[in-house]
């Protein structure tokens, strides 16, 4: 990306600054002019004092003078203090609003992207947050670079240049030529650093990543008793990063000593040169100052030119990224798309394909349907596509070939908002918020009354076992068992009340007590309702009106629990596997001989 492009970019965003904008650029101007005041001053003093040095000079007359220099330096460098203060907090309002606004845009924009984005390698949580926080970072300080650094550089040793050739070609000359080998110098030194800095960049990720592995992991390392190789892993890494550091510093030492000498040699040239002038009666004597000032005006701005160089470079690549991050379309969701005040909420998947954006195909030519006040159940193996069909089914994914129609209309013609307001989705694991047992089923209905969260928790079993914790609905959520918090994930259902219900493995995680619990909530919560259910629960599975096997991405088999079963393949192999594991046959006697005590023999 080229700085013609980023300020292109920029420029929606920059564009309610502009006034402040404007004024710090006019700010820049008179510093660079109020910087150059010194080395006039001195030159003049230096050759009004040489002009006094021949005839006695009365104490009246060296106060006067004396006092009208400090007065004047004095004045020149409060006014200066004065404008830098406020170009800079011109600038840094700038630059704090901006990136605050970017970081508004980006969030407003990013939650709202379709969930084929997340799923993106590159948007994983964790490097999702580097990319804005880092794009933003190097954004608002380019925008810093340019108000406080670059800009009054530039225009200080500009004007400093064009008064050293305005007083003679030579001298200017011999300032001009410095410059080129300064820049040659800072970007010798900038390209040496970018290898090293990446590698610190990338040890130090790497070391900060192993040691949250590590401390995550503290139970199976001791477990192993892997604590030795555990540590020589960190040792390893700790050395790396140090030996980087230390050539990054030495590089730095070796570079800043050059450009000083380049600093040196030029200030010795101009020196000569001007004193030559001056022994060759074409200059004054306060030339030597007035130019080794200016020189000095040309040359502090170059000295940070490396700096300037590399955060710039940085800059530009990872805005980028972000541009390319908040630019992206593609993934927005359709506005103005189909809403409707009579959902009946029937779904037809027909001969879906779909592809994750990794490539991995998860459905192959899968066509069924979901009907209201019916029951459907999704079975299969782990990986078979049960999930991936389900969350085609919200409008997270759209299918890569074939259509999934509501009510006989093609989803992407909906709102998509509308279609998951009109959703209800209990998963294994619920994401459980950071906050209060309340906090987070009301999240299924922000302006719900706490009457209806009580009555919502009752009808998800909840409610007694709340009222039980010393703080009632106040108590932190996390700190809830698994089976309590799915009955959180399932009383917000209850508050949301769509009119369709999506429900993955609800109970895989669960003991057996807590399954039966749920699943009397659920099937209190089917009544009218369409309901899918996806679950290596027997009983729910059996329950179920109408049964889609899946296999490897495929439908493979349909019907009722009996017809499946009486058809054989891979439904009755499911169901037999799951009586095997249960052990039916001991525990059907057990149960059966315990509930008719007198068919016990004696
Ligand atoms: P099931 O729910 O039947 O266990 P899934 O629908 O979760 O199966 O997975 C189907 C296939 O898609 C699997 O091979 C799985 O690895 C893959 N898959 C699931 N989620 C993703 C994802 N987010 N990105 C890429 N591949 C995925």
Redesign the pocket.
Known sequence: MSTFHLIRKLWPFIRKYQRSLALALVLTMIGAVLAQVTPLVMEYSVNTVQGLLDKPVDRRQIIRIVGTLVAVLLGKEILSLGLTLWRSFLSDGIRFRLSGDLYNYTIGRIVSYHLTFF?LSQNQTGKLEKRIDKGIESITKTIKNMFVDILPMLANAGLALALMYRKNVWVGAVATVLLPLYAYISRAQTLRQKSIRRNIQHVREEKTNALFGLLESIFVVKSFVREGYETNRQQVLNGSLVTNEITHHRTNYLFDGLKGIAEQVGIMAVFTLTIYFVLNHQMTVGAILLHIMLFNNVSAPVRHLHRIYDEYTEALTYSEGFFEMIETDGYLPKVGGVTSDSLHGDFTFEGVDFI?P?G?Q?LTNASFTVQRGRTTALV?L???????AMNLLAGFYEPTRGRVLLDGRDLREYDADWVRENVGLVMQKNHIFAGTVEENIRYGWLDAKPEDVIAAAKKASLHEQILQMPHGYETQARELSGGQQQRIAIARLFLKNPPIIFFDEPTASLDAITTEQIKESIDAVKHNRTVLI?SHNISQIMDADSIYV?SEGAIVAHGTHESLYLGGGLYRDIIDSNARTLNIGRLAATVLSSSRPEAVPA
Request: hydrophobic letters at 35%; charged letters at 15%; aromatic letters at 6%.
């Open positions: 799923a994750y990794n991995k998860a299969g782990s990986g078979a596509g049960k999930s991936s996806i899946m």
